[in-house]
T-cell receptor
């Protein structure tokens, strides 16, 4: 069974640009959540999608958005990039929403110059 | 806002000894608790979950929960060099559970010395 797949794995952007990251969950998993990981702040929850609807959102500005498609694949978008957005963005999926048993992808490492 | 506190370490433990990792949480209403392990350059993976006061054992790992003290710990017996990693404690971010958002501590960096 394939794991959670995230693309791209690495990307470099400049301030003011926008970026879209993609996540394909484990087959059969309908819940997808996104996290930002930085050395200073650790792993922080961004948002969660289930059945194409955003269910919860963490404490991030509106520049961070996402969506989920009918096949459970998800994308997140960050607009007007800032230097502080440089981070590892991790996507996680779960088979049963609310269990806390998350399967993480390898992440997309974003560098903002 | 829910907070999860962990000692960042590094915590250095000799091979074969017991490694003890600790975590405190701020929300007394938290009902479920998770330990994730993250190797350097890799993504986190779930190793233990615990929901009731007391101990839960899984192989060399034991999770301990004390809700009155708002304290959860992870014991690793017979520590191996392969246990060297960062261990992340997490609780559900939203009241009542039912969601996949987790609040993570910043993690404890564990080093097992051969």
């Amino acid at each position: 069974k394939a794991g959670v797949t995230q693309t791209p794995r690495y990307l470099i952007k400049t301030r003011g640009q926008q970026v879209t990251l993609s996540c394909s969950p484990i087959s059969g998993h309908r819940s997808v959540s996104w996290y930002q990981q930085t050395p200073g702040q650790g792993l922080q929850f961004l948002f969660e999608y289930f059945s194409e609807t955003q269910r919860n959102k963490g404490n991030f500005p509106g520049r961070f958005s996402g969506r989920q498609f009918s096949n459970s694949r998800s994308e997140m978008n960050v607009s007007t990039l800032e230097l502080g957005d440089s981070a590892l963005y991790l996507c996680a999926s779960s088979s049963f929403r609310g269990t806390g048993e998350l399967f993480f992808g390898e992440g997309s490492r974003l560098t903002v110059l | 806002q829910k907070e999860v506190e962990q000692n960042s370490g590094p915590l250095s433990v000799p091979e074969g000894a017991i490694a003890s990792l600790n975590c405190t949480y701020s929300d007394r209403g938290s009902q479920s608790f998770f330990w994730y392990r993250q190797y350097s350059g890799k993504s986190p993976e779930l190793i233990m979950s615990i929901y009731s006061n007391g101990d839960k054992e899984d192989g060399r790992f034991t999770a301990q929960l004390n809700k009155a003290s708002q304290y959860v710990s992870l014991l690793i017996r017979d520590s191996q060099p392969s246990d060297s990693a960062t261990y992340l404690c997490a609780v559900p971010a939203f009241p009542g559970g039912g969601a996949d958002g987790l609040t993570f501590g910043k993690g404890t960096h564990l080093i097992i010395q051969p």
